[in-house]
C-alpha cells in the first residue's frame, strides 16, 4: 500500500465529509506528515466548508491507522478507492458514491446481481417466497444482494447458499465486526461459498441506527432490480426502493403478498407487480438504467 492509499485510508474515518470533500482533501494533501498537520480551518478551506470537528490528533489518528492496518491484515480486508480501476463502475454513477469499498471475500463485480430485501420480521408466507425466490434467482446465475439483517435478507442469503449460489452482504459498519453478531457463521459460509462482504465504511466504525440507510444506496447501486418481499411502513426495505427508483433500477413486489398485514409499507411502492419468475426476467429484460456521466475520472486515488 502507497503513501496515497494510507491517506485515503485516513480521510476515510473524516466520516462527516461528503465523498467528492474527501476526493478534494486527498488531492490536495501530499503527504501523511501534511493530513497529521492540517488543522480544522485547513481542512475547511481545502472543502470550503465550515466544519465543527476537532482538531486532528497526529497521536490519535496514528493509532487509528496502525489498528486499521491491523484488521485490515487479519480480517483480508480489501480496499478500493474510488479512483481506482477496479471500483466498481455502477457506483460511479450514483449520488455521493462511496469514497472506499472495502470488501472480504472474492471479487464478483461482473456478475448479474438481484437486490432481495424486506422485513425483520416476516411472515412465514414472506419467508417461503423468499426461499422460493433466491433459489430461483440463483439458478438463473444472478448474484443475491441483500444486508446480513435479521428476516428476509438473512433468508435470500441462506437459500442462495443452499442452492450454490453466489451472494453478497452490504454491511452498515467496518468488516471486521459482523452485525448482527448472531450471522456471523453466515457471513462465513458467504465468504467460503465465494461470495462477499462489503461496506463502505473503515474498520473499527460501529453500525449505527443512520449507517443501516446509508448503506441502502448501495445495495440498489449494484444490483439490476430490488425485490422489496414484505415491508411495513418505515421499514428500512422502503429506502433501498427508494434509492433504486432515484438510481433508475426496478423495483419489483410480489403480488401473492400485497395484503399480507406486514406488507403495508410495499404495497405503497410504485413498483412492478410480479407473480411469476417468468415475470421477473421480463422485468429485467425491458429495464433501462440510468446512463450518467462518471461522478469521478480514474486515477483520482491510485
Do not use: W
Amino acid at each position: 500500500m502507497n503513501e496515497k492509499k494510507y491517506l485515503a485510508l485516513l480521510i476515510s474515518y473524516l466520516l462527516s465529509l461528503t465523498t467528492l470533500e474527501k476526493m478534494t482533501l486527498l488531492n490536495a494533501v501530499k503527504s501523511l506528515e501534511d493530513f497529521f498537520n492540517l488543522s480544522t480551518d485547513d481542512i475547511s478551506y481545502i472543502i470550503k466548508r465550515s466544519l465543527k470537528t476537532k482538531k486532528i490528533s497526529k497521536t490519535d489518528f496514528e493509532k487509528k491507522l496502525n489498528r486499521a492496518l491491523r484488521l485490515i491484515d487479519v480480517y483480508k480486508i480489501d480496499m478500493t478507492c474510488i479512483g481506482d480501476s477496479e471500483y466498481p463502475k455502477v457506483l460511479h454513477k450514483i449520488t455521493n458514491p462511496p469514497f472506499i469499498i472495502f470488501s472480504r471475500g472474492a471479487k464478483i463485480d461482473d456478475k448479474k446481481k438481484i437486490a432481495i430485501v424486506g422485513t425483520r420480521k416476516p411472515t412465514t408466507e414472506a419467508i417461503k417466497y423468499t426461499l422460493e425466490l433466491s433459489r430461483d434467482i440463483s439458478k438463473l446465475e444472478y448474484v443475491v444482494v441483500s444486508g446480513l439483517a435479521y428476516g428476509i435478507d438473512s433468508f435470500a442469503h441462506r437459500a442462495t447458499l443452499e442452492s450454490n449460489g453466489k451472494t453478497i452482504a452490504v454491511l452498515p459498519s467496518g468488516l471486521e465486526s459482523i452485525y448482527p453478531q448472531s450471522n456471523s457463521q453466515l457471513a462465513l459460509r458467504i465468504l467460503e461459498s465465494g461470495g462477499s462482504i462489503i461496506s463502505e465504511y473503515p474498520p473499527g466504525v460501529e453500525p449505527l441506527k443512520y449507517r443501516f440507510l446509508e448503506r441502502n444506496r448501495i445495495v440498489s447501486a449494484i444490483s439490476e432490480a430490488v425485490i422489496v418481499v414484505e415491508a411495513p411502513e418505515r421499514s428500512g426495505a422502503l429506502s433501498t426502493a427508494s434509492h433504486a427508483m432515484r438510481q433508475g433500477k426496478p423495483v419489483v413486489v410480489l403480488e401473492q403478498l400485497l395484503n399480507s398485514e406486514q406488507n403495508m409499507g410495499a404495497k405503497k411502492l410504485e413498483a412492478h407487480i410480479i407473480s411469476s419468475l417468468s415475470q421477473l426476467e421480463h422485468v429485467l429484460v425491458n429495464a433501462k438504467s440510468i446512463n450518467t456521466e462518471l461522478f469521478f475520472s480514474k486515477g483520482d486515488c491510485v
